[in-house]
């Protein structure tokens, strides 16, 4: 297969890595100098690039009709018109905040969890991400993916950044030099804690996750998700 990489930072070259070891072309890589791109000939293009560079790079391959599939957190304010597009375009579309098979195991643990914790509302939940300090974005778009489904079996709207706001899901978001990626979910009432939480010991399943879902959307028409990829949940 020939990937396109849009985005050659420490998750393009772990996916280059690893998309070579199973037998594939890197035929594309763009960075931030890159100033114009040819999709011709590109079997499917792996987004992971910035928040502000993602919508840009995933709407050009729905017009060059090549399969995109984007780990790019912190542009989710776009989601929809993009999906939107992707449908009228007739474009075949994944993203997932997180491409690991433990966290999207992890993704299934946390809704079974908040399912049990839903009439419990003795429970105060929080969550703690930790990140490396390059990371742009906060919280993670894990965090946030966690946050939703908790929020759907909870009493909290929303989730925040601020710990001053009780009435909210309060995540909070630590930098700390290479960290790859901490999720930790915690319900605490005043006689005991339950808590849940992945530690990523390197970027080497995030990258395994998306050369996995690239091979399964190749060929592919429409918007998927990682549970279509690993039959999960
Ligand atoms: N879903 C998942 O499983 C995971 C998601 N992520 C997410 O992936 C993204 C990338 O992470 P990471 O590799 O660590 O970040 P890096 O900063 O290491 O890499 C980002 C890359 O994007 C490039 N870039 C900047 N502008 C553009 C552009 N216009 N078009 C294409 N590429 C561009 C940068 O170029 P240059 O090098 O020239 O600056 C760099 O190569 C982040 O949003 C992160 O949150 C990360 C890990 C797992
Ligand atoms: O920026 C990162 O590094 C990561 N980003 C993703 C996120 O925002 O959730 C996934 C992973 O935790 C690493």
């Known amino acids: 297969m020939k990937i396109g990489l849009l985005g050659y930072g420490k998750m393009g070259k ?3 890595n690893i998309a070579l070891n199973r037998q594939h072309d890197i035929a594309l890589k763009v960075d931030k100098d890159t100033e114009s791109y040819n999709l011709d000939g590109i079997d499917v293009a792996i987004d992971f690039s910035t928040p502000d560079a993602a919508v840009d790079n995933i709407l050009k391959c729905f017009s060059h009709n090549v399969p995109v599939i984007s780990g790019t957190t912190g542009w989710l304010q776009h989601y929809d018109e993009v999906i939107a597009l992707c449908k009228e375009r007739e474009g075949s579309f994944l993203y997932a ?5 433990g966290v999207n195991i992890f993704f299934e643990l946390n809704k079974t969890l908040s399912k049990l914790m839903a009439n419990l509302p003795e429970y105060t939940i929080s969550m703690e991400e930790i990140h490396h300090t390059q990371k742009l974005d906060a919280p993670s778009g894990t965090a946030i993916s966690l946050a ?3 929020i759907k079996n909870s009493k909290y709207g929303t ?3 601020d710990a001053a706001k009780p009435k909210e899901l309060y995540i909070d978001a630590k930098r700390i030099a290479d960290v790859p990626g901490t999720h930790e979910v915690t319900y605490k009432s005043s006689v005991d804690t339950i808590s ?3 530690t990523a010991h390197n970027r080497e ?3 395994l996750g998306a ?3 690239a091979e399964w959307i190749a060929g592919k028409k429409g918007v998927f998700t990682m549970k279509d990829v690993l039959n999960i949940g």
């Open 97 to 101: 905040s997180n491409f690991s098979l």
């Open 211 to 213: 050369v996995i879902a």
């Open 196 to 198: 849940i939480k992945h």
């Open 159 to 161: 989730w925040t950044l």
């Open 148 to 150: 939703e489904d908790i």
């Open 205 to 207: 399943g995030f990258a």
């Open 14 to 16: 772990t996916i280059e």
